[in-house]
């Protein structure tokens, strides 16, 4: 049985800094890229950032790139997200998502994405 964990949320002052975790586990994860993505209440769900399964390639969405960075550990089959510099528009549940390698899921396509952790909360205060 596939399984992405997250781990690591929790409250934060503006300013501050959270590593998020993803452990995947029940397959190889090869030629699939990694994903973050979030949601805040009421709102529609927001790509973060995306990694290449080789680990060389990465991609972020204007409103977190410079502050946040996507990372992966593959003997650990784990992705990492560390979130810099957090702002209170920052807060949501925070999914990671496998999908295979391509141009839509490293761009956050989020229909290309096959598998779903079940979320991290991340609350900033101001």
């Known amino acids: 049985q596939v399984q992405l964990v997250e781990s690591g949320g929790g409250l934060v002052q503006a300013g501050g800094s959270l590593r998020l975790s993803c452990a995947a586990s029940?397959?190889?994860?090869?030629?699939?890229?990694m994903d973050w993505f979030r949601q805040a209440p009421g709102k529609e769900r927001e790509f973060v950032a995306a990694?290449?399964?080789?680990?060389?390639?990465?991609y972020y969405p204007d409103s977190v790139k410079g502050r946040f960075t996507i990372s992966k550990d593959d003997a650990k089959n784990t992705v990492y997200l560390q979130m810099n510099s957090l702002k209170p528009e920052d807060t949501a549940v925070y999914y990671c998502?496998?999908?295979?390698?391509?141009?839509?899921?490293?761009?956050?396509?989020?229909?290309?994405?096959?598998?779903w952790g079940k979320g991290t909360l991340v609350t900033v205060s101001s």
């Open positions: 990694i290449s399964w080789g680990g060389g390639n990465t």
């Open positions: 029940g397959r190889t994860f090869s030629n699939y890229a």
């Open positions: 998502a496998a999908g295979y390698d391509n141009l839509a899921t490293m761009t956050g396509f989020s229909g290309g994405m096959d598998y």
